[in-house]
T-cell receptor, first 115, second 108 residues
Framework: KAGVTQTPRYLIKTRGQQVTLSCSPISGHRSVSWYQQTPGQGLQFLFEYFSETQRNKGNFPGRFSGRQFSNSRSEMNVSTLELGDSALYLC??????????????FGQGTRLTVV | LAKTTQPISMDSYEGQEVNITCSHNNIATNDYITWYQQFPSQGPRFIIQGYKTKVTNEVASLFIPADRKSSTLSLPRVSLSDTAVYYCLVGLRRDMRFGAGTRLTVKP
């Protein structure tokens, strides 16, 4: 079966701009989580969506937002980009629901560079 | 959320067994223990998950003592391709908190 697809793979943006990243989960998966990975901070949880509702949120400013569509595809948006937003953004999908200890499948990530 | 502590790095040689221990002193009753592997510029990949005693799959074993305050990931006969960062996660919720992980380097 197809894995988690993230687009685009690479992106270069200028400070102050906004960006939208996309994640298509594995078919049948209803939970999508987003993570930011940087060399200094490691992997940090951004938020999780399940059935179009944000279920959990990490400690990131309001410039970071997301949404999930009825087909479980998810987007995350970062407004007013800062240099420190340069990172690998990872999306993970899982079946979700009920007992939450289900395996999460990660995409290849989107490498965002802010200049 | 239970905090985890792992060694920052480990070195091994091809063909050896590698054991990576994770401490999680304040693990909750319902928490599972999950290990992920990550190669550079790729998303983490699920390795194994367990609740108590021992779990084994085709790539690894997970040993969890009775008090569940620690766990050990065992990789049998590692190869160069096992060089990666290994993360131990403890929790029940979807908002997985990744620690710094253990950078395993396998040498020829």
């Amino acid at each position: 079966k197809a894995g988690v697809t993230q687009t685009p793979r690479y992106l270069i943006k200028t400070r102050g701009q906004q960006v939208t990243l996309s994640c298509s989960p594995i078919s049948g998966h209803r939970s999508v989580s987003w993570y930011q990975q940087t060399p200094g901070q490691g992997l940090q949880f951004l938020f999780e969506y399940f059935s179009e509702t944000q279920r959990n949120k990490g400690n990131f400013p309001g410039r970071f937002s997301g949404r999930q569509f009825s087909n479980s595809r998810s987007e995350m948006n970062v407004s007013t980009l800062e240099l420190g937003d340069s990172a690998l953004y990872l999306c993970a999908s899982s079946l979700g629901g009920g007992v939450l200890n289900t395996e999460a499948f990660f995409g290849q990530g989107t490498r965002l560079t802010v200049v | 959320l239970a905090k985890t502590t792992q060694p920052i790095s480990m070195d091994s040689y091809e063909g050896q067994e590698v054991n990576i221990t994770c401490s999680h002193n304040n693990i909750a009753t319902n928490d599972y223990i999950t290990w992920y592997q990550q190669f550079p510029s790729q998303g983490p990949r699920f390795i194994i998950q367990g609740y108590k005693t021992k779990v084994t799959n085709e790539v690894a074993s997970l040993f969890i003592p009775a008090d569940r305050k620690s766990s050990t990931l065992s990789l049998p006969r590692v190869s160069l391709s096992d060089t990666a960062v290994y993360y131990c996660l403890v929790g029940l919720r979807r908002d997985m908190r990744f620690g710094a992980g253990t950078r395993l380097t396998v040498k020829p």
